[in-house]
């Protein structure tokens, strides 16, 4: 067996004195993982950082096995990520998150997503809308997403500005009235399009956060991505 493609480093993991187990997103592919032989040497180090952008050769006897990359550098991103607090926060909780989809199963909008925000050179509320809307796109694709279509008490559709903590689901400003305290803001751009303001971007990642954690992180039993509130701070400072 064997396919070659482009592919995105989201994480490398030692195996035996000198070589690792890479991990990719590769487009059409999903995660992938593989042996590189050697890829602990001076010379592929460098390219096996997460979030640079490879072409991968995969190589295996059987389909189900781990097989085997080679790999030639394609973006190589990491060495100006040091370099930039946000980008290299935001490069750590990209590449987490594309860890947590199911290994094999293709998400081209996740992966195109990410290496839009990787190379974008935009502003913190542009980077921080970005994030908001890839980590619902990803709750979607993991089979948890929010329906912010309507109301769940009254199903209108107008004047949504608030999501149900524990459904997921949107809740109109005069049926929420009773409840504010038990409820999470809805910011206007995740379903309107407008241009967000700091506590839009804020109130954006605490309500993807909140579902992220009741549904992926606390069920799996893993830590959030350690770089994430680090992120959202720089993001709305």
């Known amino acids: 067996m064997q396919w070659s493609g482009e592919g995105l480093i989201i994480g490398v993991r030692r195996h035996g004195e000198t070589s690792v187990i890479a991990e990719i997103m590769a487009a059409g592919r999903g995660r992938q993982l593989g042996l590189v032989r050697g890829g602990r040497s001076q010379k592929l180090a460098p390219m096996l950082q997460p979030g640079n952008s490879v072409i991968a050769t995969w190589r295996a006897r059987l389909e189900d096995h781990l097989g085997t990359f080679a790999l030639e550098p394609l973006q190589s991103r990491a060495a100006a990520l040091i370099l930039d607090r946000q980008r290299l926060y935001l490069a750590e909780v990209l590449c987490e998150?594309?860890?947590?989809?199911?290994?094999?199963?293709?998400?081209?909008?996740?992966?195109?997503?990410?290496?839009d925000l990787l190379d974008a050179d935009e502003s913190p509320r542009v980077i921080g809308r970005g994030l908001a809307e890839f980590e619902l796109v990803l709750l979607d694709e993991l089979g948890f997403g929010l329906d912010l279509t309507n109301c769940a008490a009254t199903g209108v559709t107008e004047d949504l500005a608030y999501v149900s903590p524990k459904s997921g689901r949107a809740v109109s400003r005069a049926a929420a009235a009773p409840y504010l305290d038990r409820l999470l803001p809805l910011p206007r751009f995740l379903i309107e399009g407008t241009a967000p303001g700091d506590q839009d971007i804020a109130d954006a990642l605490r309500l993807t956060g909140h579902f992220l954690d009741l549904h992926v992180w606390m069920a799996r039993n893993i830590d959030p991505p350690a770089m994430r509130e680090g992120l959202v701070r720089l993001l709305v400072a």
Do not use: S
Request: proline share 11%; no cysteine; charged share 30%.
């Open 97 to 115: 998150h594309l860890r947590l989809l199911p290994e094999r199963d293709p998400h081209d909008r996740l992966l195109g997503m990410a290496l």
